[in-house]
C-alpha cells in the first residue's frame, strides 16, 4: 500500500472504532492477496489503542479446527466462553456468549477466515447481522485470491455485505511511486523489483532486508538467505516452529525442541517470527511456508511425530482433537489417526462444521482397513450421513453399500437393517426407485421378525416415503402410521418430526389441512431437539407443497425463513432442493429475471443434486413463455430427470409445462397427449391445481373436459368461459402470466390489457397470440414497437445482464466477475452468453467495444 493509501485505510479502521465505541459497532472485512499487508495494517491499528483486543487465527491445518479463532480468543479472555468452548458443543449458548463480551468495548481480530470451518462463517454471520447493538469492532481477514466459486466464505462474504454495520477495506499492491519510497537506498533497478514482486511488499521487504544484491526470483530464496543467518540451534527452533503452524505457543515448541529462550530470540531478532500476546507467530504465512518446503520429509515426519506426542499432554485444557488428527496424519501415525480424527469428526459435526466432518472421516477411513468390522461401518455409516448433508451422495451411497456388508460380516441384523432403510432414501433421492423399494423391503425382512425395535421405525417411514413417491399415499399414510405407534411404544418423541413429516405428505393429497398440521408440528418438534437436518428438510417440504398447491404467500414467508436457516447451517442438500423451488415461485410471481437466475444456479448442480428437478421445469416453462428455443431440450432433461427417478407424485407438474410448451408450438396433438399422460393419476389422488391445468390444456387443444368440483378455482372458471373471474383470482395470487392469459380469452380492452402485461413479461410467443386475436377483432390500432422501458432498454437486457455487461467493460474474467457479484462462474457464463445474442457480437471484447460505444448502453 502507498502511504497515503495505508493512512486512509488505517483513518477508515479508527472511524469505525469511533463509531463503535459510541454504541454502534461494526465489522470490517479487510481482503487481499497474500503478502499484501493486511496483517500489517492491523497490528498498526492495533498499537494505536488502549482498549481490549483479542485475536484468533484460521489454521492452515488440513481439517480446520471447528470455532479454531474463537478458542484462541476464549484463551485470552477466559471466564464463560473458555467454559463453553471446553464442554460439549451448545452454538446457542456459544453464540450468546460472544455476543455479551462484544457489549464490552472490544477489538476481535478474525484472521485468515478463508481458512476458517464452517462453525467460525456461521459465527461471523450471526456476529455481523447483530453488530450495530455493541460497541465493538470486529476485523477479519482472509485472501481475496483464494476464494473459488464454491469456497464457503463467498456465501458469507454476500450476507454480510448486506448488513449496514459491515464495511469493506481492500488493501492493494505498492504503486511504483510507493516502492521508489521505500527502495531509497537500494541500488539496483526499483522499476525491475517493482515489476517482478508485483509490489507485494511482503515480498518487497524481504528483499530490501535480505542484504543481498539483486532480486531473488522467489520469496523462497529471500526467506532462506535471512534463516541461513541462524545459529543450528536456532534453525532447528525455527523449523519446528514452522512445523507447530502460524501460531506458536512456547511450551509447545520447548517440548518439542527441548531448546533454550535465546534459541528463539534469535528468529524474534531477525523479524521471523513476532511476539503476539503469549504466543509467537511468524510474521507472515508464506515465510512458514517457505521453512516448511526446505525441511526434508523424514524430519518433517520426525517434528509433527514430536508435536504429536506433547498435544496428547497439554499444560491445561481439553486435547484439540482437530490438531492432534492434523499432526497425525502428517507423521503417518496410524494409530493416533484413528484415535483423534473420528473423535475430531464428531466433534465437527456436533459444531455443524460437516464438511471439516467429512474429510476426517475419510482420513480415518483411509486407515480403517484392520478395524474390527462393526467398528468399520460404524465410521462408514457415520461419513454417509456427512456427505448427505454435503450433497456427495455417490459416496454416501458407496459407504452404506460397504457398511452393509461389514454389518453382515459382525452378526448385527438391526444395524444391518438400520442402514439399508438409510441406504433407500439415497437411491430413491438419486433417482433409483426400484433399487430403493427392493433396498427398504430386505430391511422390512430382517427388522419385523425383530420387532418392536427402533430401527423398524425408520423402515417404516421409509416404506411411507416410497408409497408417496409412487403414489399409493394411503399405503404411505398406513405405513407413517405404524412408525409413530412404535416411537410412542419407546417414548421416542425424538423420531416423531420425520414421522409426523412423511405422514403429513401422505395426508396431502387425501387431507391437506391434516397433512399441513403434521408438517408444521413435525417442524415445530425437529427445532425444539435441534434436529437441523430434519428441520431443514421440513422447510424444503413446506416451501415445495406451498408452490405445488399455489399458496405463494406462504411460500415466500417459508422461503425466507427456510433459505437462511439451511444456508447458516450448511445444509447443501436442503439449499439445492429449495432453490429449485424458488425458481418456480419466482416465475409464477413474474420475476423472471430471478427465476431464470435461480434455477440456472439449480440445473448446473450435479445430476444428483435433489433441486435439479423443479429447476429444469421452471426453466423449460420460462423458456417457453419467452419463445426460447432450447424450452424444449430443457424440458426433455426435465423428464429424463424424473423417470430415472420414479417419483410419479409431482409428475403433473413438468406434464403442465410440456402441454404448455406444445400448445404454443401449435402441435396440439403433442398437447393432448401430454395432458392425458397423468390427467387419471391426478384425478385418483384429488391433486387440484395439476387437474385445474391439464384440463385446461386439454380444453385449449378442443378436448371436452369435465371438471370435478374441488379442481383449481382459476382454471375451472377459465374453462367455463368467466375469463374476468380468473384473470381476478390470479391477480388475487400475484400470477401476472396467467392473469394476462386468462385476460386473452376476453374483449377487445381485456385483450390490450393482456398484451400490456405479456411485453412487460417479455413472453413473445403470447404477445403474437393476442395480436393476431386483436386483428382478428377488428382493433382499428394495436400497440406495436417497444415499450417505454424497453426503448430505455433497446438491446432487452435484464438487470443482471446490464452489470455483467458493464463488468465485461472492465475486461474481467467469469471467476472475477462472479467473486464481484457473488454468484457462481457457471452462472456468469449463462449470463455472458446471453448479453451476447441479445447485443449480436461474437466475443467479450466486442461487447465491450459496444457498451463503451453505445449511447443507450452508457445510460445504462
Known amino acids: ?263 528463539v530470540e534469535e528468529s524474534v531478532e531477525l523479524g521471523i517470527l513476532l511476539v503476539q500476546g503469549d504466543q509467537f507467530v511468524f510474521r507472515h504465512e508464506l515465510a512458514r511456508q517457505a521453512i516448511l518446503n526446505q525441511i526434508v520429509p523424514h524430519q518433517r515426519t520426525f517434528l509433527h511425530q514430536a508435536i504429536l506426542d506433547a498435544l496428547k499432554l497439554p499444560p491445561a485444557g481439553k486435547k484439540d482433537l482437530a490438531r492432534l488428527a492434523h499432526h497425525a496424519e502428517a507423521a ?220 405463494f404467500r406462504r411460500a415466500e414467508q417459508t422461503f425466507a425463513e427456510g433459505l437462511p436457516y439451511a444456508q447458516e447451517r450448511h445444509l447443501d442438500s436442503v439449499r439445492a432442493y429449495m432453490d429449485g423451488w424458488h425458481a418456480l415461485l419466482k416465475l409464477y410471481l413474474g420475476d423472471w429475471a430471478a427465476a431464470e437466475e435461480i434455477g440456472r444456479e439449480a440445473a448446473g448442480r450435479p445430476s444428483t443434486s435433489p433441486g435439479r428437478g423443479p429447476a429444469l421445469t421452471a426453466l423449460g416453462r420460462l423458456f417457453t413463455r419467452r419463445g426460447d428455443p432450447q424450452a424444449r431440450a430443457v424440458l426433455d432433461e426435465a423428464l429424463d430427470a424424473l423417470l430415472k427417478q420414479g417419483f410419479r407424485q409431482r409428475e403433473g407438474m413438468l406434464r403442465t409445462a410440456r402441454a404448455e410448451a406444445a400448445w404454443l408450438a401449435g402441435d396440439v396433438q403433442q398437447t393432448v397427449a401430454e395432458a392425458r399422460e397423468v390427467f387419471e393419476l391426478a384425478l385418483t389422488h384429488r391433486q387440484e391445481w395439476y387437474v385445474g391445468e391439464l384440463a385446461f390444456w386439454l380444453w385449449r387443444a378442443g378436448e371436452a373436459v369435465v371438471l370435478p368440483a374441488w379442481a383449481a378455482e382459476p382454471f375451472a372458471l377459465q374453462i367455463a368461459g368467466e375469463w374476468r373471474g380468473a384473470a381476478a383470482a390470479w391477480e388475487a395470487m400475484g400470477c401476472p402470466y396467467e392473469q394476462a392469459r386468462a385476460l386473452a380469452d376476453g374483449d377487445a380492452e381485456a385483450l390490450l390489457a393482456a398484451l400490456a402485461i405479456f411485453e412487460q413479461l417479455e413472453a413473445r410467443p403470447m404477445i403474437e397470440v393476442v395480436r393476431q386475436r386483436l386483428r382478428e377483432a377488428g382493433a382499428s390500432a394495436i400497440p406495436r414497437g417497444p415499450r417505454a422501458t424497453t426503448k430505455e432498454n433497446p438491446f432487452q437486457l435484464t438487470n443482471r445482464q446490464v452489470q455483467i455487461l458493464a463488468l465485461l467493460t472492465e475486461a474481467l474474467t467469469n471467476a472475477e466477475i462472479a467473486a464481484r457479484l457473488h454468484i457462481s462462474p457457471k452462472t456468469v457464463d449463462h449470463h455472458v452468453s446471453a448479453v451476447l445474442g441479445k447485443l449480436n457480437v461474437s466475443s467479450r471484447e466486442e461487447a465491450a467495444v459496444l457498451a463503451r460505444t453505445s449511447p443507450e448502453l452508457r445510460q445504462k
Open 1 to 263: 500500500m502507498e502511504i497515503l493509501e495505508r493512512e486512509s485505510a488505517l483513518a477508515q479502521l479508527q472511524t469505525a472504532w469511533q463509531t463503535a465505541v459510541g454504541g454502534n459497532g461494526r465489522f470490517l472485512l479487510i481482503s487481499g492477496e497474500a503478502g499484501i499487508g493486511k496483517t500489517s495494517l492491523v497490528e498498526q491499528f492495533i498499537r494505536r489503542q488502549t482498549t481490549r483486543v483479542l485475536w484468533g487465527a484460521a489454521d492452515a491445518l488440513f481439517t480446520p479446527r471447528p470455532l479454531g479463532p474463537l478458542h484462541d480468543m476464549a484463551a485470552q479472555l477466559r471466564g464463560e466462553l473458555l467454559a463453553l468452548l471446553d464442554g460439549a458443543p451448545h452454538r446457542p449458548a456459544i453464540y450468546a456468549a460472544c455476543l455479551q463480551a462484544c457489549q464490552t468495548p472490544t477489538i476481535f481480530v478474525f484472521e485468515d477466515i478463508h481458512w476458517a470451518d464452517e462453525a467460525t462463517l456461521d459465527l461471523l454471520k450471526y456476529l455481523g447481522r447483530r453488530i450495530q447493538q455493541t460497541c465493538s469492532l470486529i476485523i477479519a481477514t482472509y485472501r481475496d485470491d483464494e476464494l473459488g466459486a464454491q469456497h464457503p466464505l463467498r456465501l458469507l462474504l454476500g450476507d454480510l455485505v448486506r448488513y449496514p454495520g459491515v464495511e469493506r477495506v481492500g488493501v492493494m499492491p505498492l504503486s511504483l511511486t510507493a516502492v521508489r519510497q521505500l527502495a531509497k537506498n537500494y541500488r539496483g533497478d526499483v522499476t525491475q523489483l517493482h515489476r517482478l514482486t508485483a509490489g507485494n511488499p511482503f515480498f518487497i521487504n524481504q528483499v530490501l532486508t535480505s542484504g543481498e544484491q539483486g532480486i531473488p526470483p522467489t520469496v523462497r530464496e529471500v526467506v532462506l538467505a535471512r534463516v541461513s543467518r541462524l545459529s543450528l540451534t536456532g534453525r532447528a527452533v525455527l523449523n519446528a516452529a514452522a512445523v507447530i503452524g502460524q501460531r506458536i505457543e512456547p511450551w509447545l515448541l520447548k517440548a518439542v525442541t527441548q531448546a533454550e529462550a535465546d534459541a
Open 332 to 551: 503417518a501415525d496410524k494409530e493416533a489417526i484413528l484415535a483423534y480424527a473420528p473423535a475430531a469428526a464428531r466433534q465437527a459435526e456436533a459444531a455443524r462444521a460437516h464438511r471439516a466432518a467429512v474429510l476426517l472421516y475419510e482420513l480415518a477411513l483411509q486407515h480403517a482397513d484392520n478395524l474390527p468390522a462393526a467398528e468399520r461401518a460404524q465410521l462408514l455409516d457415520e461419513f454417509a450421513v456427512e456427505c448427505d448433508i454435503v450433497d456427495r451422495r455417490p459416496d454416501a451411497i458407496a459407504a452404506r453399500e460397504q457398511a452393509i456388508a461389514l454389518w453382515e460380516e459382525a452378526g448385527l441384523p438391526l444395524k444391518k437393517g438400520r442402514s439399508l432403510t438409510s441406504l433407500a432414501l439415497l437411491l430413491q433421492i438419486t433417482g433409483r426407485q426400484r433399487e430403493a423399494e427392493a433396498t427398504n423391503w430386505a430391511a422390512l425382512e430382517i427388522l419385523e421378525p425383530l420387532a418392536p425395535n427402533l430401527e423398524l421405525i425408520h423402515a417404516y417411514n421409509m416404506e411411507a416415503w416410497l408409497s408417496l413417491g409412487s403414489g399409493d399415499s394411503p399405503r404411505g399414510v398406513a405405513m407413517a402410521e405404524k412408525g409413530i405407534t412404535i416411537a410412542q411404544y419407546f417414548e421416542d418423541e425424538e423420531e416423531l418430526p420425520r414421522l409426523l413429516e412423511i405422514a403429513g405428505l401422505c395426508w396431502l393429497y387425501l387431507d391437506h389441512q391434516k397433512g399441513s398440521d403434521y408438517l408444521e408440528q413435525s417442524l415445530m418438534l425437529a427445532q425444539k431437539y435441534d434436529h437441523a437436518v430434519r428441520a431443514g428438510n421440513v422447510f424444503a417440504n413446506l416451501a415445495s407443497i406451498y408452490v405445488d398447491f399455489h399458496q
